[in-house]
């Protein structure tokens, strides 16, 4: 999605946690594969929608395809602990876009989480993307709770019950948090 070299900026969570944040390069390979193995098995679950024990190479090497349908962002806390990460995958007419956000074990409720969905659909808006959705498993409450927060909307997955489609509309001011 985008065509920048992958420079750090910064977010400060909602509870007043600094991160660094930048865009996903293939030298962090490594460092993905060691994040995902200190993501709880419930949120791989959740994040792949399948029963994940392990993140592998090909899931990994997806995640860092950056062009102008995808990109990954990483977060680090201030010790340089890679923290939390963002993947946006645009539609081929770069108008609607899913994005699917995973946090280190160790820092789940500090904030990270709502703070890297509100800066996907940032990046999102500012690369025209005008509608950006999430697919949770109904189980997933806390997602859903967080993205309802930040001006999402749910409704059942079209021929999956076991599935909630959550949506942003980017367009506008439809959207309170984001």
């Keep these: 999605m985008s065509s920048q070299s992958p420079a750090q900026s910064s977010l400060t969570t909602r509870t007043g946690l600094n991160l660094r944040i930048r865009r996903a390069v293939t030298a962090d390979e490594a460092a993905l594969e060691t994040f995902f193995e200190q993501v709880t098995l419930e949120d791989l679950r959740f994040r792949f929608l399948s029963a994940v024990q ?6 990994i090497a997806a995640m860092l395809r950056t062009d102008q349908q995808a990109e990954t962002v990483l977060a680090f806390a ?5 923290v939390g990460v963002a993947t946006l995958a645009a539609d081929a007419r770069r108008e609607t876009a899913e994005v ?33 959705q999430s697919i949770e ?16 909307t749910a409704r059942a997955y079209p021929g999956d019950p076991t599935l909630t489609l959550v949506e942003a509309d980017l367009t506008g001011g439809a959207t309170s948090g984001i």
Aim: proline share 0%; charged share 25%.
């Design 54 to 59: 392990h993140v592998g190479h090909d899931q």
């Design 78 to 82: 201030g010790d340089g602990a890679l």
């Design 100 to 132: 699917a956000v995973s946090v280190h074990r160790d820092w789940k409720a500090q904030g990270v989480g709502w703070s890297l969905l509100r800066h996907a659909a940032q990046i999102a808006r500012a690369s025209g993307i005008s509608r950006l």
């Design 137 to 152: 498993s109904r189980d997933n409450h806390a997602a859903i709770e967080v993205e309802r927060d930040l001006g999402f």
